[in-house]
């Protein structure tokens, strides 16, 4: 059982309101975790919703090839960008944005309910395991809507890095396209060895946002919060505690990486086994065996990717969440 409590002549000294120690709510997030399945599935969940999808279908998808893109793309851009384009084009660029835009809201959220239902989860473990952590019921809580817009907000900041970095990175990724000096690296890893700090930045601020985000959702739900001011409070928290917060967020990230890193590689090796396989005329029974091999691989990623996520969820509501008055353990 995990305790957050503590006994000694400082019992009864805290503040009612302090929080559970920092190495206490990563070990509970973490603990609490891996015996419930039901985290899982909405961590993975969240992670398809908020473009998680792409990355888990990488193995099996089949990029366009420079050339590709230029035949299909170049004589509207063209006519776009140099001419006057036609009704037509310009009816398909508006309905392309208005999906994206639709795509987006929709993705925020189906996130936003797992996040929801995650933290519902989160303080229903730390209950069953004595952690006195507050709000537990979330009856009359906000619900996604409130949730979304704050998802939503959080994208701000990273749209508006992505703007300023937009037309370097472009113009390395255009060059890498026309005259490549490296044939063998992928043309990402190109992009990224010729900009790194500048897409170091982007990811910074990705990570600073997210964080802000992450604690904005657990003030509005757990707290009774507005929009504006769980916002507020959420950038407050990682300029008061930077230490804290970017911990919890790089514990997070790192989990996330060693789980998902090690099975999208295996995926993206067993597909091209799989491939190979079926593109040779080998036996059948041979190309089932190696398919049914690569599925069982590519949905123990998922689960792994599920428990990432769900601890890195737990790791913030358990980070944010503020002790119930009746415990009584030293403030850390």
Same mark, same amino acid.
């Given at each position: ?15 009612? =309101?302090?929080?559970?120690?920092? =190495? ?187 964080? &802000?985000?992450?604690?904005?959702? =657990? ?93 890195? &969820? ?6 944010? &969440? ?11």
């Amino acid at each position: 059982m995990i305790r957050g409590a503590a006994t000694g002549p400082r019992a009864g000294l805290m503040p009612t =309101r302090a929080r559970l120690p920092w =190495r206490t709510a990563i070990t509970s997030a973490f603990v609490t975790t891996l015996i419930r399945p039901a985290a899982w599935a909405f961590g993975l969940l969240g992670f398809l919703a908020g473009g998680g999808i792409v990355l888990v279908a990488w193995p099996i998808l089949v990029l366009p090839t420079p050339t590709g893109l230029q035949n299909d793309l170049g004589g509207p851009a063209n006519r776009l960008v140099l001419g006057t384009p036609s009704a037509e084009l310009v009816l398909v660029v508006a309905a392309a944005v208005l999906a994206g835009v639709g795509i987006v809201i929709v993705s925020c959220s189906v996130g936003a309910w797992a996040e929801r239902q995650g933290i519902q989860v989160a303080l229903e473990a730390a209950a069953a395991e004595g952690l006195a952590v507050g709000g537990a019921e979330l009856a009359g809580a906000p619900g996604v809507g409130r949730i979304t817009v704050i998802r939503l907000l959080a994208l701000a900041p990273v749209l508006v890095a992505f703007a300023l970095a937009w037309g370097p990175v472009y113009d390395v990724a255009y060059q890498e396209l026309i005259l490549p000096e490296d044939l063998v690296t992928p043309l990402p890893l190109r992009v990224v060895r010729e900009v790194p700090g500048l897409l170091a930045g982007v990811a910074t601020v990705w990570l600073v946002s997210d964080a &802000a985000g992450a604690i904005a959702v =657990r003030h509005l739900v757990l707290n009774r919060r507005s929009i504006a001011r769980a916002w507020l409070l959420g950038w407050a928290e990682v300029v008061r505690r930077p230490i804290r917060t970017l911990a919890t967020a790089l514990v997070g990230l790192l989990t996330m990486v060693l789980l998902l890193g090690p099975a999208l590689l295996a995926s993206g090796t067993g597909w091209s086994r799989v491939r190979d396989l079926m593109l040779g005329g080998t036996d059948p029974r041979n190309a089932l065996a190696a398919v049914v091999i690569w599925v069982t691989i590519w949905l123990g990623g998922l689960v792994l990717v599920g428990i990432a996520v769900a601890a890195r &969820a737990a790791a913030w509501t358990f980070a944010t &969440a503020r002790l119930r008055h009746e415990d009584t353990g030293p403030r850390v």
